[in-house]
C-alpha cells in the first residue's frame, strides 16, 4: 500500500515512524515532513493547508490512502476533497472537525446533549465580554472560538489578565479571525487528563491516558506552548474513572456528532479535568494531539495501519487494539524564547548518542543543511521519548537522554512526568 501522511512535526514524526513498522505500508510519503521524518517516508515539497495540490499529488502518484494530522487541513476540508477524488482518507471531514475548529460550537453540542463541561458564555462584542468578565470574577478562562496553534486561552488569574487576553484577540486580532469571537469559562479546578480516542463514526475505542505540558516554564508558569512534554499513562485516570468517561462522555460524544449529521471517523482528543464532580471536558481536537501522540504510540502495539483502516470502513468494533505494559515520557526541546520569539537554523548535535541511551528522538522542527547537519527549524525542535517499566523509569530515561542533545539557546522544561512520577496530581 502507498500511503501519504500530511503534517510535518513531531506527532507527524511518530505517526509515520509507527506506520513505517507495518507490513501493509509498501511505500510511504509525508507532505511537507521534516529532517526525522525523511528518515522514514519520502517527503514532498507540499504545504499541509494546500489542498488542492495535496489531492492533485495523491491522485497523479496513485496513492492508496492519506493520513491527514494537523488541525488546519481538516478544517479546510482535506479529507472531504480527498474522498471526492476516490482516495481514502484518514481524518474527520471539515464538518465533523469543526468540533475543534470552534470552540463555540463544541461548547454548544455539550450542552445540547448534556455533555459535563465548565458554565460558559460567548461573545463576539468586546464591551459584553469585558463587562462579564468584571461580573464573572477569576480565576476565569478565555478561550478563543477558532484554531490558534494549541495557544488560544488564557486561564487569568485575576480579572485584569482576562480583560487584556479579550483585548488582545478581539481587538489586537493576537489569533486573527480566531478570536474575533471568544468562549468565557469558569475555571474548573483538579488534574488534566488527555484521553485520544479512535473513532469509526459510531464506535469509540480510547488510547491510553496521557497528561501534557503545556506552560513554557518549570512549575507551570509561563506562556501556553503546544506543548513541552508528555508522559502516558496517567496515575489520576483510573479504571473507575474511565469508565464513567467512557459513559458519559467519550460515546455520548460520538453519537451527538452522528445525530448531528457530523459522523466523526479519526482521532478525538478529550482534553478532560478531574473535577471535585467528576469529569468534564475541557476541549476536544479533531486530531492527534502533540506531543501526546509520541509517549502514546511508542506503545501501541497493534498494527496503526489496521486501525486506520477500521475507523475508515466503520469496523472499529471488530478490532482488538493491544497496548505495551509500562509508561513512556516525551521531554521537548525547543528554541530559547518560544512560543514567543527565537531564532533558528542552529546545528544539532548529540541525536546518535540520545538514540543508543534508549530513547526515540520524534522530530519537530528540523531541517537538513546542504552538508547533511541537522539543524533547528523551529520553536519546538525535538520530542525526546523513552519507555520504562513504570512513569518513573520512562521520565528517567527520557531525560538521560535529553542530556546529550545540544544546540545553541535550547531550553526544556525539567519537571515534565516528576510529580506524578512521586504520587502527586501532576
Not at 460550537?105 to 463587562?131: C, H, N, Q, V, W
Not at 475505542?205 to 506543548?227: E, I, V, W, Y
Not at 483502516?309 to 505494559?325: E, F, H, N, P, Y
Not at 521537548?332 to 548529540?350: D, E, H, R
Request: charged share 20%; glycine share 10%; net charge negative.
Amino acid at each position: 500500500m502507498k500511503l501519504l501522511v500530511v503534517g510535518g512535526g513531531g506527532r507527524e514524526h511518530a505517526i509515520c515512524w509507527k506506520l513505517s513498522q507495518s507490513p501493509k505500508v509498501t511505500e510511504l510519503y509525508c507532505a511537507p515532513g521534516n529532517a526525522g521524518i525523511a528518515q522514514v517516508a519520502k517527503c514532498v515539497p507540499i504545504k499541509a493547508t494546500d489542498v488542492d495540490a495535496m489531492v492533485a499529488w495523491a491522485r497523479d502518484n496513485a496513492v492508496d490512502f492519506v493520513m491527514v494530522a494537523p488541525d488546519d487541513p481538516l478544517a479546510l476540508g482535506m479529507v472531504d476533497a480527498l474522498e471526492a477524488a476516490g482516495i481514502p482518507a484518514f481524518g474527520p471531514r471539515s464538518d465533523a472537525a469543526i468540533i475543534e475548529a470552534s470552540k463555540a460550537f463544541s461548547k454548544e453540542l455539550m450542552k445540547k446533549y448534556g455533555i459535563p463541561t465548565a458554565r460558559y458564555e460567548t461573545f463576539t462584542d468586546l464591551p459584553a465580554a469585558l463587562r462579564y468578565v468584571e461580573e464573572q470574577g477569576a480565576p476565569i478562562v478565555v478561550k478563543a472560538d477558532g484554531l490558534a496553534l494549541g495557544k488560544g486561552v488564557t486561564v487569568a488569574a485575576t480579572v485584569a489578565e482576562a480583560q487584556q487576553a479579550l483585548r488582545d484577540m478581539m481587538e489586537g486580532g493576537k489569533f486573527g479571525k480566531s478570536g474575533a469571537r471568544v468562549v468565557i469559562e469558569e475555571c474548573m479546578t483538579g488534574p488534566e487528563v488527555t484521553v485520544l480516542a479512535f473513532c469509526d463514526g459510531r464506535h469509540v475505542a480510547p488510547m491510553l491516558s496521557s497528561q501534557d505540558h503545556k506552560r513554557a516554564f518549570d512549575g507551570d508558569r509561563g506562556p501556553n506552548t503546544g506543548g513541552m512534554g508528555a508522559f502516558c499513562p496517567s496515575p489520576n485516570y483510573t479504571p473507575e474513572i474511565a469508565e464513567r468517561c467512557m459513559r458519559e462522555i467519550f460515546l455520548p460524544t460520538v453519537r451527538a456528532m452522528e445525530a448531528e449529521g457530523r459522523p466523526f471517523k479519526g482521532v478525538l482528543y478529550f482534553g478532560l479535568m478531574l473535577t471535585p464532580d467528576g469529569p468534564k471536558v475541557v476541549e476536544y481536537n479533531a486530531r492527534f494531539g502533540d506531543p501526546e501522540t509520541q509517549p502514546i504510540l511508542s506503545l501501541l502495539d497493534t498494527d496503526l495501519m489496521d486501525i486506520f483502516q477500521a475507523c475508515v470502513d466503520g469496523t472499529l468494533d471488530k478490532l482488538d487494539i493491544k497496548w505495551r505494559s509500562g509508561a513512556a515520557c516525551c521531554i521537548v526541546l525547543a528554541s530559547g524564547g518560544y512560543p514567543v520569539k527565537y531564532q533558528s537554523g542552529y546545528p544539532i548535535s548529540g541525536l546518535a548518542e540520545a538514540e543508543k541511551a534508549g530513547a526515540t528522538m520524534f522530530h519537530a522542527g528540523t531541517r537538513r543543511a546542504e552538508d547533511g547537519t541537522c539543524l533547528t527549524a523551529g520553536g519546538r525542535v525535538l520530542g525526546v521519548t523513552a519507555t520504562g517499566d513504570d512513569l518513573p523509569a520512562a521520565v528517567k530515561n527520557a531525560y538521560a537522554a535529553a542530556a546529550h542533545i545540544h544546540f545553541t539557546d535550547i531550553h526544556c522544561r525539567h519537571d515534565i512526568g516528576q510529580k506524578a512520577a512521586a504520587g502527586g496530581e501532576n
